[in-house]
């Protein structure tokens, strides 16, 4: 079973950075983020395919997040920049280890799930 951990949330204020990482212990095919503040539901963020580097964003943070791979560490990072106190929440890592090729905005296409890290954007 492939394994997902993340690493690299915290408190920043508004305007900040930070970088989230996310390393996977086996083969996956693409992999995402997502993030759900409280009393909201899930959000998609970002998501890249392993073979093409294919990207997707979502509108909320197109031009201040970037998602990129590290094939040889089997890890994802989430660049965010420009931070507002609306990007709180809980970022969960996802994986597709099913479809190659599949790359997704819907969370339940995903089955593989990382614990998830804070993300604290203070004004």
């Known amino acids: 079973q492939v394994q997902l951990v993340e690493s690299g949330g915290g408190l920043v204020q508004a305007g900040g950075s930070l970088r989230l990482s996310c390393a996977a212990s086996?083969?996956?095919?693409?992999m995402a983020w997502f993030r759900q503040a409280p009393g909201k539901e899930r959000e998609f963020v970002a998501a890249?395919?392993?073979?093409?580097?294919?990207?997707l964003y979502a509108d909320s943070v197109k031009g201040r997040f970037t998602i990129s791979r590290d094939n040889a560490k089997n890890t994802v990072y989430l660049q965010m920049n420009s931070l507002k106190p609306e990007d709180t929440a809980v970022y969960s890592c996802?994986?597709?280890?099913?479809?190659?090729?599949?790359?997704?905005?819907?969370?339940?296409?995903?089955?593989?799930w990382g614990q998830g890290t804070q993300v604290t954007v203070s004004s």
């Open positions: 890249i395919s392993w073979s093409d580097g294919r990207v």
């Open positions: 086996g083969r996956t095919f693409s």
């Open positions: 996802a994986a597709n280890s099913r479809y190659y090729g599949g790359l997704y905005y819907t969370g339940s296409l995903y089955d593989l």
